[in-house]
DNA sequence: CGCTTTGATAGTTTTTACTTATGATAAACA
DNA sequence: TGTTTATCATAAGTAAAAACTATCAAAGCG
């Protein structure tokens, strides 16, 4: 293995540049028996002399030029190695793989990302979609840099800021539009369409109703908020969405939505990394872009 | 300016390939701390971090896989310098600039260029064909890195050494083969042809003949040995060529060709080199091929 | 819970690199 | 031809960097 040192090769170049050793030294700040020095030690790691010591002139070897071309292209990948530091840390460079739930993503997505991509524009978003403990154990792997589900989550490696709180909304059919607001008690008896398992919005459902989580009741398990939507416009019960998924699942099917009288259901949505992570900084600056378009 | 080390590269690049301090310390054959610290040190001078130290696991931030491909990119370049020093050292490479005088250079030549090309076909040979104090001059100027010239050059910089002694034979018309041979000063009555001024050949048989050398006298003088062994075929005069040049140059001209007596004239053919040459350990080598074929 | 693994920290020693002072040599000059 | 000047090498001492050993702290695991 070659032991030469960047120093020495920041020294030979000075020294081909001014083709004179007290010049040389000047511009690399050093004296000029350091430089003598450097430049003999990188000769006798090469195992090559790289200049000639005549009298009066200092000339590179056959192979000192060689080399000097060499020593600059090393130099330069060194600097730009400096240059993707600087650029990495002063904005977010990249990729970005953020997680989200399938009950968000449809409807927060594009503004975030449209959000993030004029801000960041050298920023590659990658978007993983899934439910949430499937998001944290990926994060956990570092296959992800932050995932946005419904907090709280609760583990002790992982940092959460909230984001926004969200209300759930009543979607029956168009039909009972005028019919009064049920309570969460009388929604039991009610036929509750729901997400299949796996989703925390079934589990927030449920729990809004005082019912158990759990195995899947005698109901029909849906696997998108739209479906669910569209059971109901054809009559099969009711269910709960998120209020920022009204205007997207409502637009094309007849059904009436309303709201809940307080105590309103709702959940805390927030965005959540590995407290180890370098991108710790900017995850929260991310997060303020998130809030503001939200 | 970046201030990382090669160290630092070599010992980061370890730490990527093993994803463990410790194992990455024992590759590098140091300390699991010295390798913690130039870890750290480096990701200080680059100003952004390029691991990230959960519990338990070694993980590259992003910025750091893209910096431990860099850092395998500078490792690799720093290596190949290495190599070619080692190639360089072991056998001529690159290019030999040589420097012949015209009253050698299309007799020894050919011989020469074949052995040096056969035992270093790696080397890339140039020629350069002139007088003497031009050869010499490109010498000192770095222009040459060695030159065949008739010795004593006797300037202080530049080494010299033997390669063969020739002897100069008397050239006149075929229908002369049997006169006697004349003396050195028969010579000055006769009508001598000689090389244009500048030519060393010029003045070696001027002095054989103890004439002064200097201004053209009242005969022709040619520019090459082949113009004057046509001169002398046409029945212009006499002239004296080297040994070496006789099969060449009498081959396909009516002319006798015959030795002087003792004391006969001579000259000695030599190598010189500048002494801060760093090729003088080869060329030492390189005079003892050209001997061998000469 | 203790035990083990793993990386960070502290204190010390060794090695490396730099500085200033001086020497040597050849070119430049008178 | 001696003297000066320019230029790089060498030497000795000092400062800085990098190494080692020992120890600590945190996290995973039985």
Not at 65 to 86: F, K, Q, T
Not at 158 to 169: G, K
Not at 263 to 271: I, N, Q
């Amino acid at each position: 293995m070659i032991n030469i040192t960047l120093k020495q090769l920041r020294y030979f170049e000075a020294l081909a540049r001014h083709g004179h050793f007290g010049k040389a030294a000047d511009a690399c700040a050093i004296s000029q028996p350091a430089l003598s020095m450097q430049i003999k030690e990188m000769e006798e790691a090469l195992g090559a002399s790289l200049i000639e010591r005549g009298p009066r002139q200092v000339r590179l070897t056959h192979f000192g030029e060689v080399a000097v071309e060499r020593a600059r292209d090393i130099l330069r990948a060194a600097e730009e190695l400096g240059d993707l530091a600087r650029a990495s840390r002063d904005r977010l460079v990249g990729r970005l793989r953020i997680g989200v739930i399938p009950t968000i993503a449809p409807y927060l997505l594009p503004r975030v990302i449209g959000a993030l991509s004029e801000k960041h524009p050298e920023l590659e978003i990658h978007v993983r979609e899934t439910v949430t403990p499937k998001l944290i154990q990926e994060l956990g792997e570092g296959k992800l840099d932050t995932a946005i589900v419904a907090l709280p989550v609760s583990e002790g490696s992982l940092a959460e800021t909230p984001l926004f709180d969200e209300t759930f909304m009543l979607v029956r059919s168009a039909s009972e539009a005028n019919a009064p607001m049920p309570s969460a008690d009388r929604l039991r008896e009610m036929r509750l369409l729901l997400l299949e398992e796996g989703h925390c919005f079934r589990d927030q459902a449920l729990s809004f109703c005082n019912l158990p989580s759990g195995p899947p009741r005698e109901v029909l398990d849906a696997s998108s908020l739209s479906t669910l939507v569209q059971m109901v416009s054809a009559g099969m019960g009711v269910t709960l969405i998120p209020e920022m998924a009204v205007p997207v699942e409502t637009r094309s099917a007849s059904v009436s939505v309303c709201r809940f009288e307080d105590p309103e259901p709702t959940r805390t949505v927030g965005m959540v990394w590995r407290k180890s992570s370098p991108l710790a900084g900017q995850l929260g600056e991310i997060a303020e872009i998130v809030r503001t378009c939200s």
